[in-house]
């Protein structure tokens, strides 16, 4: 199975601050990397696929980066709704797997 | 607009099946592919499993091999998730996502509101 590691496992940060989440699989993946938030008691909602792709509707503070083994999630100004617990899930083989989950708070 | 309805909370005692249904709506149903995934309490996403509604071909999850079977009924647009020999450690709410396009089959997309499956004696 493709390991996904995720760091940080939460981070605490104010309005307006630029956070960045990472993700390392432990074999090559290509772009094959989607980013997910889930807030308290919700199903996940798909924000990025193949690795920067923009999901419909979804804000363009949120932006995704990488290939290979080493990827990034950015959300550029922080709001009080972005509260929740973001997951990257790798799509490149089965079964398919997911970081640990990063929750992000407001300081 | 894509909707997911799932069957609503099961209580079921060790050694026991469950069936969690997902109902589809908004979509042409054969044309998309359908995950499963669940999460434990205060856990993250763990993926179980795939079907393809038009063909009804499956792809599982190692870890549930031989426990669970996913199913379709096309003439309700329905899938099917049943998960048999039930432990504690399947306490979890379980999810049914349809995939992002026919291309990104792999990405699941819309979610359903997931059905909480407790497990215990």
């Known amino acids: 199975d493709i390991q996904m590691t995720q760091s940080p496992s939460s981070l605490s940060a104010s309005v307006g601050d630029r956070v960045t989440i990472t993700c390392q699989a432990n074999?090559?993946?290509?772009?094959?990397l989607n980013w997910y938030q889930q807030k308290p008691g919700k199903a996940p909602e798909l924000l990025i696929y193949?690795?920067?792709n923009l999901e419909t509707g979804v804000p363009s503070r949120f932006s995704g980066s990488g290939s290979g083994t080493d990827f990034s999630f950015t959300i550029s100004s922080l709001q009080p709704e972005d509260i929740a617990t973001y997951y990257c899930q790798q799509s490149d083989d089965f079964p398919l797997t997911f970081g640990g989950g990063t929750k992000v708070e407001i300081k | 607009q894509v909707q997911l309805v799932q069957s609503g909370a099961e209580v079921k005692k060790p050694g026991a099946s469950v069936k969690v249904s997902c109902k589809a709506s908004?979509?042409?149903?054969?044309?998309?592919?359908m995950h499963w995934v669940r999460q434990a309490p205060g856990q993250g996403l763990e993926w179980m499993g795939i079907i393809n509604p038009s063909g009804d071909t499956t792809s599982y999850a190692q870890k549930f091999q031989g426990r669970v079977t996913m199913t379709r009924d096309t003439s309700t647009s329905t899938v099917y998730m049943e998960l048999s020999s039930l432990k504690s450690e399947d306490t979890a709410v379980y999810y049914c996502?349809?995939?992002?396009?026919?291309?990104?089959?792999?990405?699941?997309?819309?979610w359903g509101q997931g059905t909480l499956v407790t497990v215990s004696s």
């Open positions: 908004g979509y042409t149903f054969t044309s998309y592919y």
């Open positions: 193949d690795a920067s």
């Open positions: 996502a349809r995939s992002l396009s026919r291309s990104q089959w792999l990405a699941p997309c819309h």
């Open positions: 074999q090559d993946i290509s772009n094959y």
